[in-house]
């Protein structure tokens, strides 16, 4: 009788190991007794106490760091040692139009549930195409596009469509934003400008040993950031460097804007306007851009009158279009 108690005993321990190395972390086990086997049971007991507790830490702070950035530190397994190489990456930067005018008029508690509804979508539509959110900076949110996260010279496609899609998913939410933020009338229009560049970054983890991020590092990232900012100049919402569309353009499309100097350069860098997705541009936004391209490019040549007639056409076809105005 007592060895048939003892080995009842020990089998329900055997099935809650198997159910914990299952990741099965809630099991039931008989009251321990004061013996040996009690003393092991115990045991077992605390140590999936402290399994769950750091599983509820893991969830919580996971939501801190991108999944993609998790898993490849994960497999890096480099414990405290610095991690870095060079890697030719896409970096994307989008920021919320006109939120500093927008944040004054609500609550905080409505200003953090609407940023985290827009970046909750752009979080969705950077990671489907292969992107890692690297950090959100008030308004703005960064990411970037690099294998092993999405493959080969995808990443420049990847941000193009990432930006793309993020204006559809606006469009998709407007309707949800005067309950949103609580007003009935006169809710908030909003609207996001995205820069991309893609160069060579350094990729890596930075920080001190108490705090650490996985980031990029070089002039891609400055380059999406200021390329952000020139939208308003030019009235467009998403502008990308030659090198992004020179990668890109069998799955987007797009037109030459200018060519500009950014701030902290001297070379002067030509930026495209994406326009959408390659096959799904309407017919006269095809006429607009050529006509644009044929003005842009008498402008250059100093033919100013010619330059005027191209633009003045752009405006006909669409009197909204920005940059010709």
């Given at each position: 009788?007592?060895?048939?108690?003892?080995?009842?005993r020990?089998?329900?321990?055997?099935?809650?190991?198997?159910?914990?190395?299952?990741?099965?972390?809630?099991?039931?086990?008989?009251?321990?007794?004061?013996?040996?086997?009690?003393?092991?049971?115990?045991?077992?007991?605390?140590?999936?106490?402290?399994l769950?507790?750091?599983?509820?830490?893991?969830?919580?702070?996971g939501?801190?760091?991108?999944?993609?950035?998790?898993?490849?530190?994960?497999?890096?397994?480099?414990?405290?040692?610095?991690?870095?190489?060079?890697?030719?990456?896409?970096?994307?930067?989008g920021d919320?139009?006109?939120?500093?005018?927008?944040?004054?008029t609500?609550?905080?508690?409505?200003?953090?549930?609407?940023?985290?509804?827009?970046?909750?979508?752009?979080?969705?539509?950077?990671?489907?195409?292969?992107?890692?959110?690297?950090?959100?900076i008030?308004?703005?949110?960064?990411?970037?596009?690099?294998?092993?996260?999405?493959?080969?010279?995808?990443?420049?496609?990847?941000?193009?469509?990432?930006?793309?899609?993020?204006?559809?998913?606006?469009?998709?939410i407007?309707?949800?934003?005067?309950?949103?933020?609580?007003?009935?009338?006169?809710?908030?229009?909003?609207?996001?400008?995205?820069?991309?560049?893609?160069?060579?970054?350094?990729?890596?983890?930075?920080?001190a040993?108490?705090?650490?991020?996985f980031?990029?590092?070089?002039?891609?990232?400055?380059?999406?950031?200021?390329?952000?900012?020139?939208?308003?100049?030019?009235?467009?919402?998403?502008?990308?460097?030659?090198?992004?569309?020179?990668?890109?353009?069998?799955?987007v499309?797009?037109?030459?804007?200018?060519?500009?100097?950014?701030?902290?350069?001297?070379?002067?860098?030509?930026?495209?306007?994406?326009l959408?997705?390659?096959?799904?541009?309407a017919?006269?936004?095809?006429?607009?851009?050529?006509?644009?391209?044929?003005?842009?490019?008498?402008?250059?040549?100093?033919?100013?009158?010619?330059?005027?007639?191209?633009?003045?056409?752009?405006?006909?076809?669409?009197?909204?279009?920005?940059?010709?105005?």
């Open positions: 009788d007592l060895a048939r108690r003892l080995a009842g020990l089998l329900s321990l055997q099935t809650a190991v198997d159910a914990v190395t299952a990741g099965r972390l809630v099991v039931a086990l008989p009251a321990a007794a004061p013996d040996e086997v009690g003393a092991l049971t115990r045991g077992f007991d605390g140590l999936v106490g402290r769950r507790d750091e599983q509820r830490l893991s969830h919580t702070f939501r801190f760091l991108d999944p993609a950035i998790a898993e490849r530190l994960a497999a890096q397994a480099t414990g405290d040692a610095d991690f870095a190489e060079r890697r030719t990456v896409t970096v994307l930067f919320i139009a006109g939120f500093s005018s927008l944040s004054e609500l609550t905080a508690e409505v200003l953090v549930r609407l940023l985290n509804r827009i970046f909750g979508e752009a979080a969705d539509n950077l990671r489907r195409h292969g992107g890692v959110v690297d950090k959100y008030g308004d703005a949110v960064m990411g970037f596009f690099a294998a092993p996260f999405c493959a080969g010279d995808a990443h420049a496609a990847g941000a193009c469509l990432a930006a793309l899609e993020q204006q559809v998913a606006l469009e998709r407007a309707p949800e934003l005067a309950d949103l933020v609580g007003l009935r009338r006169g809710a908030p229009h909003v609207a996001m400008r995205f820069g991309i560049a893609t160069g060579e970054v350094v990729m890596g983890t930075v920080g040993s108490t705090a650490r991020s980031t990029v590092i070089g002039d891609p990232v400055n380059a999406a950031s200021r390329l952000t900012g020139v939208n308003k100049v030019y009235g467009t919402t998403a502008l990308v460097s030659e090198e992004t569309w020179r990668l890109s353009r069998q799955l499309e797009a037109r030459e804007i200018d060519r500009v100097v950014v701030s902290g350069k001297s070379e002067p860098v030509t930026v495209y306007e994406l959408g997705r390659a096959g799904e541009v017919p006269a936004d095809h006429e607009r851009a050529e006509r644009y391209a044929k003005a842009l490019a008498a402008y250059r040549a100093h033919d100013f009158a010619e330059a005027e007639r191209g633009f003045a056409e752009c405006l006909a076809l669409r009197p909204d279009d920005a940059p010709a105005r």
